[in-house]
């Protein structure tokens, strides 16, 4: 890249808000220039690198006044053009130049006076304000509202002044009109007259070569843009000497063409700037093809270099008011939405707020006008474009996706000529009568939905703005619900037609599965008790279908990812619902886990939310043993890297971006990883993910921890390891102190738990700070679940770990230890004697259960270890055989080589890893339940 | 009537099997007062009135009103008779040798029932094989099911793969009428066949996976007819119902089925080895449908609460005993239900009061010792009776060390040999023999770990 698009982003940026602060920049570095020699500013490069132009050194005072100069310059010339939203900037820009040139000689210890230009270009403001009030002419709005502004803000900053404004108003001339040569603030050694002249003269002659070809050039932007750019550096830097002034406003006089707008994106609008932001157009005067021929005019516009898009977007909205008839009306108001996304500032990373409301009543005015003349107008689908040219379609793209392509009949009488000669534009009416407008409801309503989404990626949650736009949601889902009963409408009219149109049918459905599609997207993730509060703070019913509906409505026409996406999030809301066998059949049923890691990542964040979700739901209704098959995967601690469990997390949900040891991003990859970020409200506690998932691992652990002690197990299958692991490292403190985050908590209620002290570790677990992310009903029935599964628990540790001091032990005295009643103590122990974890039988008559351990003898105990040991050694001899001849081909074996071999950074990864895992571990209810339903669904 | 399982059962069953489900809730005694008398009949009138047995419903109709029936089903009578004497003339050409006993045996015996025969020999038309179906169909609606069973017949042995979308139809309309006949053997044939059809989707009939699994919910409707009456259904359903595909279907259509899988499985000899699938699915399904029977399942063998099986053991009663299907099971399920219990109550006591026994077996004390020294006579009990204490003294097996040690030894030999017969073996040959051996070895000694 040449360095011109280097300088050419810098002038960007700072002449984004005004020139004054381009100055700020300057000030100091042009000082820094002087001084070292060395060191460039990079606003400088640009001029050293034409040899005409050289540098100047100047003093940052100097520079100071410059600035204040040209921006009396471009006050002059917003007046001109009464421009008042730029005179509002270019006012606030003098008073901050002010501000600094004041500080700037405070270190002198002296107040400086103020400069005689300043206050020129305040008195030639307040004259202004005050005379566009006497006359009041027809303002756009923007520039109603600024007048509103100045009109307060002026006098009260005169008054500050009002010394210096009345000694110079005794003068005479007060304005900066009337200023002459004897401007004090020159204080330039004319040395470097000569070089400025000259440098001057050059950008003359740019200037009216440019303007020569002003009307609609912008193949030469390029060059020009150049020229003009240096031309801008130039004139900050060099203009200083009045004589220049001088001609320079001349110019600007003679030439109104010519204003500059300092404001524009680029440095070099001037070339396509027309003069066409006054014109108001009257409504009684305008006939209805005068409007559309209007309308292609400003469309041809749109998108050129030099456009200003916030101007078009006030053309087009004035224009509205004219139109003849609802299809003009449509049109016209379709153009307006897609300007005003075109209207999004580049800095921005989504719409602005106030643009896309704005734009949203537009379409709701839209869709209202669309369904008042229902059925005489409709937009265009599918069907129309089969019959149209593909260079309609190309043409289409080429103008902007949505925009209105010119009509089949126009093309064909002009298709060679290209678009830019395309000035007819005839209505299109079908072989019913309906009008067709060219434009499509449902992508505008998706973008519309993306920019709110964006939005909220991009808005700090901790703000009141996020919750302002938390707000808007509700008037997008009034817009899709608006089109698709539209959409739905007119599907229905189609059928119902004789000679309905297939083609045409499915199109109209598969929009309305579309927007039915988002409409689930912004309804899964609330619990119904939510939407309902928020319905009755809105006064009205938030959705007229339920969620399953809509579902339903894109199962049947929807595209496939849709469907994906759909089901998921379908199951999402029922595990949000805890209907978990629901969730839990809909998700087997599915068989996106057999697919998901060949989807999309976003469809994989998606799943693994669900995932979290179906564990969570599990967690609340007290099933452990679900809620840790579901969670497991999510929580285990990242391969590799260190992030640990949480960072892991974020990443799989995409909740929060994190950084990975030993693993840099690629900036590519962070960006991926930032658009895809779920917005906040949309987020899972993750602190809860975590306390569901130990609790969870705990109560399966500890039981089978103690069973295997007392059976004496060598080896032992971990059900989890992550909770292992930290078991391990927490007992080898030997001093544990109180427990302060969620880890610790649950560590601490299973040292109870081990011990069988159920009250302990119920009150360890109720101590985790995440249980507040439930309602308060929702955690007290959790809570109770978890209570009873705790001392269930306890019982079975309790008797597994102990019953070998104990020769018989009484129900009465075990219900009355583990507070469970006698029923319950007696069904525990009996399935812990039927599974034959416990040598134990009751004793019906005393009702007491009569241990029957006996111990092994110790040639006993060695004979059996000894025959352990030999089938472990067949094993290893049988698995090196294997890895000898190459056959690798079981099932378990296999497994393990996937996981490893996996891309372990691709979110997402890891829950087919589980959905495999369970399906190959042993034993565990889950793993038939999913075979079953697997070969289940394979029936439908 | 709770847990009455007649109107979701008649969702999936032909009218004319609807009928005796409708005559057996008025008429058998143990359903009295559970329904309205007056509006069973009056549905039986509504459904008789859609099919061809007009007759039929207007006795009923005299029966319930004591008036003469409206003209309609007057009408209706004189339209059916036409349709009927329509049929039977398309039909004549076959018709005349189907019912020619004589001849029916000679073609068979020289097989040469085939409708190339029959068109050249016999100057059949083709067409009217098409008739023959349509007879058999509107034959079968009148009521006259054996007719419908043999046309039937002929049609599919003279169509012969000819059409076998209609063939397939044509074998559903003969295991109905066999239901409807009665002749379980007939029907256990047919239904074999409908089976094979279904499973085997694309071979002969064409079925998508939501056809599969609908027509296997009514296959499972069906069966019950045939399974609860035949004599060897108690062991045909288990191992029909719980074959994987069906136990799908059970659980994605219908669970209310699960009443007559369990009650099948408590009856059955063989239960031990299907029962433990039977838990899983009962408890997967549990949230989907529940009644006494599974209820009872549930208590024993997930909760292990005896006073609640006991407790639900009167209520299977209740619901055994209204039920069309499983009346006449009731006793065999009673007795069989109190045994599973009593068993399993055995495995995990050492001691156990009589009295307290016979109160759960709601027998008397006597008999309950007679009971239980039934079954230790006939060896199915390890267990003594101290007649002082009034107590059944179990007997106690400790698992030997020797016993597990011999265990986990007994294949080390085997898999040794396989061992070194693959190092002989040249490298990276592995013959299918090899891995097949290997891999059975592997399994056994999987399951013994389990």
């Avoid at chain 1, 843009?225 to 002034?245: F, G, N, P, Q, Y």
């Avoid at chain 1, 199951?571 to 060949?598: C, G, K, P, V, W």
């Avoid at chain 1, 994989?604 to 579901?630: D, S, W, Y």
């Avoid at chain 2, 031990?272 to 039977?278: H, I, P, Q, S, W």
Wanted: hydrophobic residues 35%; contains cysteine.
């Amino acid at each position: 890249m040449s360095r011109f698009f280097h300088t050419g982003d810098d002038s960007d940026t700072s002449s984004e808000s005004s020139s004054s602060s381009s100055d700020d920049d300057v000030g100091p570095s042009g000082a820094r220039t002087t001084v070292g020699g060395v060191t460039r500013s990079r606003f400088l490069q640009s001029d050293s690198d034409d040899d005409d132009v050289k540098r100047i050194s100047r003093s940052a005072k100097d520079r100071r006044f410059d600035a204040l100069v040209a921006i009396s310059n471009d006050v002059k010339n917003h007046i001109k053009n009464s421009d008042w939203s730029k005179l509002q900037e270019d006012f606030d820009s003098l008073n901050d130049a002010l501000k600094k040139i004041m500080k700037t000689d405070m270190v002198s210890g002296r107040k400086p006076p103020v400069p005689e230009i300043y206050v020129r270009a305040i008195i030639t403001i307040e004259d202004f304000v005050s005379s566009t009030l006497k006359e009041k002419p027809k303002l756009s709005k923007t520039n109603a509202t600024s007048l509103n502004r100045m009109k307060l803000k002026v006098p009260k900053n005169s008054r500050q002044y009002k010394a210096e404004i009345d000694s110079l108003k005794a003068t005479g001339k007060p304005t900066l009109y009337d200023m002459n040569m004897d401007d004090s603030s020159d204080s330039d050694s004319s040395d470097d007259e000569g070089f400025k002249k000259k440098a001057h003269d050059s950008d003359d002659s740019d200037f009216s070569s440019t303007d020569s070809s002003s009307d609609s050039d912008d193949g030469g932007g390029r060059g020009a843009s150049i020229w003009l750019r240096k031309d801008k550096v130039t004139d900050s830097a060099a203009e200083t000497s009045k004589s220049r002034k001088v001609k320079k406003v001349s110019v600007a006089r003679d030439d109104p063409g010519l204003a500059d707008d300092a404001d524009d994106d680029d440095g070099f609008t001037v070339v396509t700037r027309k003069p066409i932001v006054r014109e108001v157009f009257k409504p009684e005067e305008m006939t209805e093809e005068s409007v559309d021929a209007k309308m292609l005019e400003i469309l041809q516009a749109r998108g050129r270099r030099g456009t200003n898009k916030l101007e078009q977007i006030t053309l087009i909205e004035s224009l509205v008011p004219c139109s003849k008839s609802p299809r003009q009306r449509i049109e016209i108001m379709l153009h307006l939405i897609s300007a005003k996304f075109d209207g999004i500032p580049a800095a921005k990373l989504f719409m602005p707020a106030e643009l896309w409301r704005s734009a949203i009543g537009n379409a709701k005015d839209v869709i209202a006008l669309a369904r008042d003349n229902f059925p005489g107008i409709r937009f265009s689908d599918e069907a129309d474009r089969q019959v149209e040219d593909a260079s309609i379609l190309l043409k289409g793209a080429a103008l902007g996706g949505e925009i209105i392509d010119p009509t089949g009949e126009a093309v064909e009488g002009t298709g060679a000529k290209g678009v830019a000669n395309e000035q007819v534009k005839k209505t299109e009416v079908d072989a019913e009568g309906q009008i067709i407008v060219r434009g499509d409801i449902v992508t505008t309503f998706e973008r519309f939905d993306d920019e709110l989404y964006r939005a909220w990626q991009h808005t700090d949650a901790y703000t009141p703005e996020y919750v302002e736009r938390l707000k808007d949601e509700t008037a997008l889902l009034d817009l899709a619900a608006d089109v698709q009963i539209y959409l739905e409408t007119a599907a229905d009219r189609e059928e119902g037609r004789d000679a309905s149109d297939g083609v045409r049918l499915n199109a109209l459905r598969a929009r309305a599965a579309r927007v039915a599609a988002r409409r689930v997207t912004h309804m899964y993730y609330k619990p119904d008790e939510l939407n309902n509060k928020v319905e009755e703070l809105c006064g009205r019913k938030n959705s007229d279908k339920s969620l399953t509906e809509l579902a339903v409505l894109v199962y049947r026409y929807g595209d496939e990812r849709a469907k994906s996406f759909t089901m998921l999030a379908h199951i999402y809301n029922h595990a949000l619902e805890n209907r978990f066998f629901a969730a839990r059949d809909m998700l087997l049923m599915s068989h996106l886990q057999e697919t998901i890691l060949d989807a999309d990542v976003p469809l994989q964040v998606m799943f693994n939310r669900t995932m979290t979700q179906m564990g969570l739901c599990a967690f609340r209704i007290g099933k452990p043993r679900e809620a840790h098959a579901c969670l497991q995967e999510l929580c285990s601690p990242s391969f590799g890297g260190g992030g640990g469990g949480l960072a892991r997390m974020k990443e799989l949900l995409a909740q929060g971006i994190t950084q990975q040891r030993g693993y840099e991003k690629t900036p590519d990859q962070e960006k991926a990883e930032a658009r895809r970020q779920i917005p906040y409200h949309m987020h899972i506690n993750l602190d809860f993910i975590e306390t569901a998932h130990l609790t969870s691992a705990m109560l399966l652990e500890v039981p089978a921890m103690a069973l295997s002690k007392a059976r004496g197990d060598v080896r032992r299958y971990a059900i989890s390891k992550s909770f292992q692991y930290f078991l391990r490292n927490s007992m080898k403190q030997a001093f544990p102190g109180p427990p302060e985050n969620t880890r610790d908590f649950v560590m601490a209620a299973t040292r109870c738990l081990m011990r069988g002290d159920w009250n302990g570790a119920y009150n360890h677990v109720r101590g985790v700070r995440s249980w507040k992310a439930l309602s308060s009903t929702t955690r007290t029935e959790t809570l109770e679940r978890l209570k009873e599964l705790l001392k269930v628990e306890a019982l079975r540790t309790f008797s597994l770990s102990y019953s070998s001091y104990f020769e018989s032990m009484s129900t009465s005295q075990l219900s009355h230890l583990f507070g469970l009643p006698d029923a319950k103590v007696h069904s525990v122990l009996s399935k812990m004697i039927i599974n034959q974890e416990m040598r134990a039988s009751w004793d019906q008559p005393t009702a007491s259960i009569v241990m029957r351990r006996t111990e092994p003898s110790r040639l006993q105990s060695l004979a059996l270890q000894l025959a352990s040991k030999v089938a472990n050694m067949t094993d290893n001899n049988e698995k090196l055989m294997d890895a000898k001849t190459g056959g690798g081909d079981r099932g378990d074996r296999k497994d393990d080589g996937d996981r490893k071999g996996g891309d372990w950074k691709q979110s997402g990864r890891g829950m087919r890893g589980r959905s495999r895992r369970t399906g190959g571990g042993g034993g565990n209810s889950d793993l038939r339940n999913r075979d079953g339903m697997d070969s289940r669904s394979g029936n439908r | 009537m709770e847990f009455d399982l007649t109107r979701k059962m008649s969702e999936f069953l032909d009218r004319h099997q609807v009928i005796p489900l409708l005559d057996f809730l008025i008429q058998h005694p143990d359903v009295e007062g559970s329904y309205n008398k007056e509006d069973v009949v009056k549905a039986k009138i509504d459904l008789l009135s859609n099919t061809g047995m007009v007759d039929y419903a207007m006795e009923t109709h005299v029966e319930l009103y004591g008036t003469p029936a409206p003209v309609e089903l007057e009408n209706r009578r004189d339209q059916v008779i036409l349709v009927l004497h329509a049929l039977e003339d398309d039909a004549s050409p076959l018709l005349a040798i189907i019912q020619d006993d004589q001849l029916m045996q000679e073609l068979s015996e020289t097989n040469s029932f085939t409708m190339e025969h029959l068109t050249t020999q016999h100057d059949v038309p083709p067409e009217v094989l098409d008739a023959i179906y349509e007879l058999g169909k509107f034959r079968f609606d009148c009521g006259s099911y054996e007719d419908t069973a043999a046309l039937m017949w002929a049609y599919r042995t003279l169509a012969n793969g000819n059409n076998p979308e209609r063939e397939f139809f044509a074998l559903w309309g003969k295991f109905a009428a066999d239901i409807c006949t009665e002749k379980w053997d007939a029907a256990l044939e047919d239904m074999n066949m409908l089976k094979e059809a279904i499973d085997s989707s694309g071979r002969s009939v064409l079925l998508n996976p939501l056809q599969q699994l609908q027509q296997r919910t009514w296959l499972i409707h069906w069966s019950l007819f045939v399974f609860f009456n035949h004599p060897d259904g108690r062991n045909g359903i288990t191992d029909f119902l719980l074959s994987d595909k069906y136990l799908n279907t059970i659980q994605t259509n219908c669970p209310h089925i699960l009443r007559y899988l369990t009650t099948a499985v408590i009856t059955n000899k063989r239960r031990r080895n299907v029962m433990k699938d039977l838990v899983k699915v009962i408890q997967q399904e549990s949230y989907a449908y529940s009644d006494p029977i599974t209820e009872f399942v549930q208590c024993l063998y997930v909760n292990f609460d005896f006073e609640g099986a006991q407790d639900m053991l009167q209520k299977c009663e209740d619901t055994l005993k209204r039920d069309y299907f499983l009346y006449k099971m009731l006793d065999d399920f009673l007795e069989d239900a109190r045994r599973t219990i009593f068993e399993t109550y055995c495995r995990i006591h050492q001691v156990i009061d009589i009295g307290m026994l016979a109160s759960k077996l709601n027998m008397v004390q006597y008999d309950a010792e007679k009971w239980v020294v039934n079954l230790i006579r006939h060896a199915r009990l390890d267990a003594k009776i101290d007649s002082q204490a009034n107590q059944v003294i179990m007997g106690v097996t400790v698992p030997s060390v020797y016993e597990q040690v011999v265990d986990s030894t007994k294949n080390l030999l085997i898999r040794g040999s396989v061992l070194a017969q693959n190092c002989d073996r040249p490298q990276g040959y592995s013959g299918g023999y090899r891995g097949d051996d290997d891999r059975r070895n592997r399994r056994g000694r999987r399951d013994r770990t389990n």
